[in-house]
C-alpha cells in the first residue's frame, strides 16, 4: 500500500481509456439515444514499472482510500460489463488451487505471471484489457451487510462472469483473484463534465452505469479503518 501510495505504478496506468455509452432513459422513451463517456484505468491497479509491475490485490479500505486520493472511484457490475465489452485485450481467467494461501504473496505473483504469459505479445500495455481478475465493486448490497467487500467479474470468453455480485467476504479480506480498477469520478456527458457520483445517484440516469439503479452506498460513504488496511506492498 506505500508504495501505492507514493504513485509507484507502471505509467501505462495513467493513460486512461474512454469508454463511450449510449443510453436512454426508459420513462421517456426517447427515440435517439444520449451519449456519455467515462474514463477507466486500462488494467488493474500494480506496483513497479512498465517492464515489471505486479498487479495488487487490495481490501476495502485500502481501495477507497486511493479513490480519495486518486479523484476515482470503484466501477459498479455494470461498469465492470462495459470495460469487459469494450476491452482490446480480453484475457481469460486463470483460477489457481483454492486453499488458505490465496492471499499469499506467492499465489499474487504466480497469477500474474500467467496473466502476462496469457496477455496477447501484439497487445500493447496501453491498450484496455479485462477478464483476468475480479472487480472490487461499488454495491447497494453493502448496505444489507455491514463491513462487506463486494465482487464481480472474472469473464469467460463467452462474456458470462465466473463471479456473480458477492458479498460473502469481509472488508478486509483480499486474495490473488482480486482486481482493483480505478474509474474516473468526472463523467463526460452534454459536452461537460458531470460527477460520476451525480449520474450514480440520480434516479433518471443511474441506470446507464448500474444495474441496480441508483447507488446509494458510494465510496465516501465505506469508512477508513486504517488498522485494517493490508500489509504494505514490498
Avoid at 481509456?17 to 449510449?22: A, L, R, T, W
Avoid at 490485490?57 to 465492470?80: C, D, G, H
Avoid at 492471499?103 to 497469477?111: E, I, M, R
Wanted: hydrophobic residues 35%; contains cysteine.
Amino acid at each position: 500500500m506505500r508504495q501505492l501510495k507514493i504513485g509507484n505504478i507502471p505509467d501505462f496506468l495513467r493513460d486512461l481509456k474512454p469508454i463511450h455509452i449510449s443510453y436512454q432513459n426508459p420513462k421517456k422513451k426517447q427515440v435517439s439515444p444520449k451519449q456519455m463517456t467515462i474514463f477507466v484505468m486500462p488494467d488493474y491497479l500494480a506496483v513497479g514499472s512498465d517492464d515489471d509491475f505486479v498487479r495488487v490485490p487490495l481490501n476495502l479500505y485500502s481501495a477507497v482510500e486511493l479513490t480519495r486520493r486518486w479523484n476515482f472511484i470503484l466501477p459498479t457490475p455494470k461498469i465492470v460489463d462495459l470495460i469487459y465489452q469494450n476491452a482490446d485485450c480480453k484475457i481469460p481467467p486463470h483460477p489457481l488451487k483454492p486453499g488458505p494461501e490465496m492471499a499469499s504473496p506467492k499465489y499474487v505473483n504466480d497469477h500474474n505471471h500467467k496473466v502476462n504469459q496469457d496477455t496477447p505479445k501484439s497487445g500493447s500495455k496501453k491498450s484496455l484489457k479485462a477478464g483476468h481478475k475480479k472487480d472490487v465493486v461499488l454495491s447497494n448490497r453493502l448496505l444489507e451487510k455491514k463491513n462487506r467487500i463486494a465482487i464481480y467479474g472474472w469473464h469467460k470468453p463467452s462474456g458470462k462472469p465466473i463471479q456473480p455480485l458477492s458479498t460473502v467476504h469481509k472488508s478486509d479480506y483480499a486474495d490473488y483473484s482480486h482486481g482493483v480498477r480505478l474509474v474516473y469520478n468526472q463523467v463526460w456527458i452534454k459536452n461537460q463534465w458531470i460527477p460520476i457520483g451525480d449520474i450514480l445517484s440520480n434516479k433518471e440516469l443511474a441506470f446507464a452505469l448500474s444495474h441496480e439503479g441508483p447507488i446509494e452506498t458510494l465510496n465516501h460513504d465505506i469508512p477508513i479503518q486504517v488498522e485494517q488496511i493490508s500489509p504494505d506492498c514490498q
